[in-house]
């Protein structure tokens, strides 16, 4: 069973960073995606940014509301996949959440699917992160 669990939340002023950390444990190694999502307060999760792991892995995914300003990378080693934001805005407060999907989910498509919870089977709590005006 894949547990996933991030921190790295806080409060920041805006144009402030913070690097999130999701960490996978019971997690084989094995090719699957991995996405970092947020939800606004009043609002429904969208995803921020996702990389597919594992053989012929390493494509990384932005959403075009953070492309410039966060970046997504991974440590095989420590299982752990990082979301670095910088330049953070007002508008980026949220909690975040980080996901992954079942192992041995086919690359080809996951370019497509990366945005859509549905393609996800394992979540963590989430991190909060506020950002001031």
């Known amino acids: 069973q894949v547990q996933l669990m991030e921190s790295g939340g806080g409060s920041v002023q805006a144009g402030g960073s913070l690097r999130l950390s999701c960490v996978a444990s019971?997690?084989?190694?094995?090719?699957?995606?991995v996405a970092w999502f947020r939800e606004p307060p009043g609002t429904g999760r969208e995803g921020v940014a996702a990389i597919y792991i594992g053989t012929g892995g390493g494509s990384e995914y932005l959403a075009d509301s953070v492309k410039g300003r966060f970046t997504i990378s991974q440590d095989n080693a420590e299982r752990t996949v990082y979301l670095q934001m910088d330049r953070l805005k007002p508008e980026d407060t949220a909690i975040y959440f980080c996901?992954?999907?079942?192992?041995?989910?086919?690359?080809?498509?996951?370019?497509?699917?990366?945005?859509?919870?549905?393609?996800?089977?394992?979540w963590g709590p989430g991190t909060q992160v506020n950002v001031s005006s």
């Open positions: 019971g997690a084989s190694s094995s090719t699957r995606g």
């Open positions: 996901a992954a999907t079942r192992r041995g989910y086919p690359g080809g498509s996951y370019g497509n699917d990366w945005p859509h919870t549905s393609s996800y089977y394992y």
